[in-house]
């Protein structure tokens, strides 16, 4: 099983509405990251959540971390085809050396203008 | 500025051959890793490196081999590939620590046919 489950696997929305992409760890993280994939390019850095009960914006997207930090939802409001690619959720997992991460299993969003 | 960069940034090649791929960051940070993205799009850690050193070296064949002349740099290797072998290879980077952010690179997709 996966360390960490992401839904929906993919998302097909038009231009101009809201969605919601989720992300559950089977434990607790040390942080929690999100990462945008364009297709066929690297890994974006979006923002990383750290205290439980944290919400961070960053222009139309915003990112919630539960109290008991293995929840996390990101949320993106009046989406855009630049809002376009897979969005990937990870993090350090507590008691792992190396800071390993562990990623979910991605979201592919499309924006339909 | 690129702060991670890989070389190639496509790589085709027959099975059997040996092929290197190249990580540099100009970050400053002191750890660097491998990661393998499969087709369906998880994300595996192979190795991570912190100062030179192997820190993390995940159930990998031992056809792969990372090398670090320095703590800018994380090559890896990889012998006699296999069809299987055919993926998308991301290198990061960070600064020590377990909730160090993770920056990527721009990946290598790597075919073998």
């Known amino acids: 099983s996966q360390e960490l489950e992401q839904s929906p696997q993919s998302l097909i929305v038009q231009e101009g509405k809201n969605l919601t992409i989720n992300c559950t760890s089977s434990?607790?993280?040390?942080?929690l990251y999100w990462y945008k994939q364009k297709y066929g390019e690297g890994l974006i850095f979006l923002m990383m959540l750290q205290k439980g009960g944290e919400e961070k914006s960053h222009e139309k997207i915003t990112a919630k971390l539960d109290e008991k930090k293995q929840q996390s939802s990101l949320h993106i409001t009046a989406s855009q085809p630049s809002h376009a690619g897979i969005y990937l959720c990870?993090?350090?997992?507590?008691?792992?050396?190396?800071?390993?991460?562990?990623f979910g299993t991605g979201t592919s969003l499309t924006v339909i203008p | 500025d690129t702060a991670v960069s890989q070389t190639p940034k496509y790589l085709v090649t027959q099975m059997g051959n040996d092929k290197s791929i190249k990580c540099e960051q100009n970050l400053g940070h002191d750890t660097m890793y491998w990661y393998k993205q499969d087709s369906k799009k998880f994300l595996k850690i192979m190795f991570s490196y912190n100062n030179k050193e192997l820190i993390i070296n995940e159930t990998v064949p031992n056809r792969f081999s990372p090398k670090s002349p320095d703590k800018a740099h994380l090559n890896l290797h990889i012998n006699s590939l296999e069809l299987g072998d055919s993926a998308v290879y991301f290198c990061?980077?960070?600064?020590?620590?377990?909730?160090?952010?993770?920056?990527f690179g721009p990946g290598t997709r790597l075919l073998v046919l």
């Open positions: 990870g993090g350090p997992r507590r008691g792992v050396p190396g800071n390993q991460f562990y």
């Open positions: 990061a980077s960070s600064l020590a620590g377990e909730q160090e952010t993770q920056y």
């Open positions: 434990k607790t993280l040390y942080g």
